[in-house]
């Protein structure tokens, strides 16, 4: 069964860092999500992407997060300047067009220290 | 805007009961999609179910079962006979529109089952 991956798994960064965090869609899927659940709490929309540009993004989605496709495959969440508060679990989804279900990826946890 | 609220933030029930897991929502939207995932201790997002507002048919999967009633915004998931692997952190979320959209999640509930 097809499936979204994410690597790392787990990352730890120190303070002010930059870290990549990247994801594998489903090879058919055209829309794109970063969500972040922080350790205990509820899981948070980031950003959408569809036809390789960002579609919706969340009030957290600032400055210092960007989104890219670089190659096809890959969908990566950039993360500039890395702070304590962005220490939390980040999943990847994916979506075909018209089946209307995001798939997660396993998630990457990231630890800012 | 949308919200989604899960007012049990943790249950325990002994291995075999039913448990309830309550979900009210909130949305403008006429059409919309509500879901529901587990997230065991592993950390990954497991999908149960995937409703649309159209679609008020309770459905049953195994000893799952989930009850859709939009006079009171509710979609509500029952676990008959539960198990110890039924542990887990337990999401209702919502979707408006198309359902391409973003996934509004509730705060999830901790459900243990104790053996």
């Known amino acids: 069964e097809p499936e979204v991956t994410q690597t790392p798994s787990h990352q730890v960064t120190q303070m002010g860092q930059e870290v990549i965090l990247r994801c594998v869609p489903i090879?058919?899927?055209?829309?794109f999500y970063w969500y972040r659940q922080i350790l205990g709490q509820k899981v948070e929309f980031l950003v959408s992407?569809?036809?390789?540009?960002?579609?919706?993004k969340s009030e957290i989605f600032d400055d210092q997060f960007s989104v890219e496709r670089p190659d096809g495959s890959n969908f990566t969440l950039k993360i500039r300047s890395t702070k304590l508060e962005d220490s939390a679990m980040y999943f990847c989804?994916?979506?075909?067009?018209?089946?209307?279900?995001?798939?997660f990826g396993q998630g990457t946890r990231l630890t800012v220290v | 805007a949308q919200k989604v609220t899960q007012a049990q933030t943790e249950i325990s029930v002994v291995e075999k009961e039913d448990v309830t897991l309550d979900c009210v929502y909130e949305?403008?939207?006429?059409?919309?999609?509500l879901f529901w995932y587990k997230q065991p201790p592993s950390g990954e997002l497991v999908f149960l179910i995937r409703?649309?507002?159209?679609?008020?048919q309770n459905e049953i999967s195994g000893r799952y079962s989930w009850n859709f009633q939009k006079s009171t915004s509710s979609f509500n998931f029952t676990i008959t006979a539960s198990q110890v692997v039924d542990s887990a952190v337990y999401f209702c979320?919502?979707?408006?529109?198309?359902?391409?959209?973003?996934?509004?999640f509730g705060t999830g509930t901790r459900l243990t089952i104790i053996p």
């Open positions: 992407f569809y036809n390789n540009e960002i579609s919706e």
């Open positions: 409703r649309n507002s159209f679609d008020e």
């Open positions: 949305t403008r939207d006429t059409t919309y999609y």
């Open positions: 989804a994916s979506s075909e067009q018209d089946q209307l279900l995001a798939f």
């Open positions: 090879s058919n899927h055209l829309y």
């Open positions: 979320a919502l979707s408006e529109n198309f359902g391409n959209e973003k996934l509004t």
